[in-house]
């Protein structure tokens, strides 16, 4: 059974940055494509980003792009999502996720695998 673990969230001022890391038990990642989502106190959990197994694709949700930047490094069984010019609102549990199937809709029945999620703080 895979398992992912996030790390690197934390406190952090408004313009700031924080790169998040998801550590998969397997190698096999790297057949997987991994999304991030993040869920806000008091709202629905929405996705982030995407990225293909083969690193070919990446999608970005509107309220990130030009500021968020995922990656993956698979003989580190790693994902990476690094974050820049952070808001107020960018704050929640970020969650990695792995699956099969990826679209630029963030579904998240496209993804079988779920991590625990790690805290991302943005406040002054």
């Known amino acids: 059974h895979l398992q992912l673990v996030e790390s690197g969230g934390g406190l952090v001022q408004p313009g700031g940055s924080l790169r998040l890391s998801c550590v998969a038990s397997?190698?096999?990642?790297?057949?997987?494509?991994i999304g991030w989502f993040r869920q806000a106190p008091g709202k629905e959990r929405e996705g982030v980003s995407c990225?293909?197994?083969?690193?070919?694709?990446?999608y970005y949700a509107d309220y990130v792009k030009g500021r968020f930047t995922i990656s993956r490094d698979n003989p580190k069984s790693t994902v990476y999502l690094q974050m820049n010019t952070l808001k107020p609102e960018d704050t929640g549990v970020y969650y990695c996720?792995?699956?099969?199937?990826?679209?630029?809709?963030?579904?998240?029945?496209?993804?079988?695998?779920w991590g625990q999620g790690t805290q991302v703080t943005v406040s002054s």
């Open positions: 996720a792995a699956g099969e199937y990826m679209t630029s809709t963030f579904a998240e029945i496209e993804y079988r695998y």
């Open positions: 397997e190698f096999a990642l790297g057949y997987l494509n």
């Open positions: 990225i293909s197994s083969d690193n070919s694709t990446t």
